[in-house]
């Protein structure tokens, strides 16, 4: 049996990105949700022509080394903006352009000719995990009045931490240790994987929706 | 069959531990967000609180100096003043007892004593308005600036440079208006009190058209900045001046330089109400315009 996660994974993310795009016009949130929700649709084209690619046999490796660049640059965007004090921000980005050159270098001159950029995409989550540790510590150092829970920010970074925390030692074992693995366990590890990615989408769901208020209809007493 | 089972039994238990992974996570943000939500909110009360005791502790030293600026006037202008003229008065009733004095001689004196009398009103005129908040506020901080410093000339002997924008007059809101005025004076009373300065140079400016400059230079003594903030009595009027400047949003900066002189300059960014008010109440005075 082989669950296909996967098919639900695609739906998912054209799900979050139409109720992203849908309440960020309907409730005033911040305008990263927009960029998010747009990015969602990147994210779908991109697995959907992965995918189409693969059924043709073509490869599709450089698709996705190349992808997961824009990745990365998006989210530590996404995640500077969001920091909670300005300092340091610039010099943020400047580590994240150097991570970009590296990773687009790499994907250039050495690991990507043959393959999938395994060492730079390390590289990225790392840079991705350090960046919401710093976003969280920022948010405990300087507590707002807002509640943690209607903050769109925080639901955003958890699902970034989450998911590249969790997909992080699958692309180690993917790529270090393949030739020990079982083939009986790649099926699982691709499921798994996907429901990182799922998790990842409802998260997401939620930082899209925690801003809106329930009203609640009273009959009237007059 | 069995392998099939095996995959989704682990399928299960991974995600059931990613689950509890996060879920765990996020109780533990909350719990701790929330924790140092209520510290933050005790620190912002002690912090209030002891805003609020500066505040009052700068209020209250401003009354004294105020106090203690009006009991040097009258002690020093008002009270010799009405001594000499008591002791004309006198002298002159004397002399008409023994009548060692002619009518017109008395006519004369008693012109002369009311001259004086004159200048006593004149003195208690000029004291009440720089100190009434009031009449900073009807004639505006500019002209209230200029006045200042006619009566500067007119009692000291200091030379004053002054370079006046008179468009800035009509920018501020009454409180931003008195409190920079009393920072000038502030200013101005440490200068000729402390500085031994023989030269003040006074600039009034808009910058950018969006930010109102008050300068204040002399070529006093000058001092040194941290030891004078070391010393907690000598530096009352700086911290005055300060906390008066961050009450209204203004920028104080302060450069001093032993023997050479201190630099006084106050920044106030012109607010969006501060250009109403110019279009509001002074539209038909405006000889300045926003684009």
């Given amino acids: 049996m082989n669950i296909s996660f996967y098919k639900y994974y695609s739906i998912l993310l054209i799900v979050t990105s139409i109720i992203g795009l849908f309440n960020s016009k309907k409730i005033q949130i911040n305008i990263q949700i927009n ?4 990015f969602l649709i990147y994210l779908f084209l991109i697995e959907f022509i992965g995918d189409k690619l693969s059924q043709k046999s073509i490869p599709n490796v450089w698709l996705y080394n190349y992808s997961s660049i824009v990745e990365f640059a998006f989210y530590s965007w996404i ?3 969001i920091l ?3 300092k340091s921000k610039n010099k943020l980005k400047k580590i994240v352009l150097i991570y970009c050159l590296i990773a687009l270098i790499n994907i250039i001159f050495f690991q990507g000719k043959t393959g999938f950029h395994s060492i730079t995409f390390a590289l990225g989550s790392i840079l991705i995990i350090t960046l919401c540790i710093y976003y969280f510590y920022q948010l405990l150092l300087f507590p707002n009045e807002e509640k943690l829970i209607t903050q769109p920010n925080f639901w955003i970074c958890t699902a970034l931490l989450f998911s590249f925390t969790c997909s992080f030692p699958i692309f180690c074992l993917n790529n270090f240790y393949a030739h020990k693995i079982s083939q009986n366990i790649w099926p699982i ?3 798994i994987s996907n429901i990182i990615n799922i998790i990842f989408c409802l998260l997401l769901i939620v930082a899209f929706v925690c801003r809106i208020k329930i009203k609640k209809f009273l009959p009237s007493l007059s | 069959m069995q392998n099939q089972n095996q995959e989704i039994l682990a399928i299960i238990i991974l995600g059931a531990l990613l689950a509890l ?7 533990a943000m909350l719990f701790i967000y929330q924790k140092k939500q209520h510290q933050h909110k005790k620190d912002l009360v002690v912090m209030e609180e002891e805003y609020d005791q500066q505040i009052l502790r700068v209020q209250f030293e401003i009354q004294e100096a105020v106090l203690a600026e009006i009991s040097h006037k009258l002690h020093d202008a008002l009270k010799n003043n009405i001594i000499s003229i008591a002791s004309s008065i006198s002298a002159i009733s004397m002399k008409l007892e023994k009548k060692l004095i002619s009518n017109e001689e008395v006519t004369k004196k008693l012109k002369s004593l009311s001259a004086d009398l004159m200048i006593v009103k004149e003195e208690i005129r000029l004291t009440s308005h720089s100190l009434s908040a009031d009449r900073i506020s009807q004639v505006g901080l500019i002209d209230a600036i200029k006045f200042e410093i006619k009566k500067i000339i007119k009692d000291h002997s200091i030379i004053i440079n002054s370079n006046i924008n008179e468009t800035a007059n009509y920018f501020f809101k009454q409180e931003e208006s008195v409190y920079l005025f009393r920072i000038f004076q502030e200013s101005i009373g440490n200068i000729l ?3 031994h300065a023989t030269e003040i140079n006074i600039l009034i400016n808009l910058e950018n058209q969006n930010i109102f400059l008050l300068k204040i230079s002399d070529n006093g003594i000058g001092f040194n900045f941290s030891e004078k903030t070391k010393n907690k009595l000598a530096g009352i009027g700086l911290s005055g001046m300060q906390k008066r400047a961050l009450q209204i949003g203004a920028n104080f900066k302060l450069n001093s330089q032993p023997n050479i002189g201190t630099i006084i300059q106050i920044e106030l960014p012109l607010t969006l109400s501060s250009k109403n008010n110019l279009k509001d109440e ?10």
Avoid: W
């Fill in chain 2, 193 to 195: 009190a402390h500085a």
């Fill in chain 1, 189 to 191: 590890i691709s499921s």
């Fill in chain 1, 79 to 81: 995640i500077i903006r």
């Fill in chain 1, 35 to 38: 960029f998010i929700s747009y």
């Fill in chain 2, 21 to 27: 992974l996060l879920i765990g996570f996020i109780v």
């Fill in chain 2, 282 to 291: 002074h539209e038909p005075k405006a000889k300045y315009s926003f684009n």
């Fill in chain 1, 84 to 86: 909670p004090l300005k």
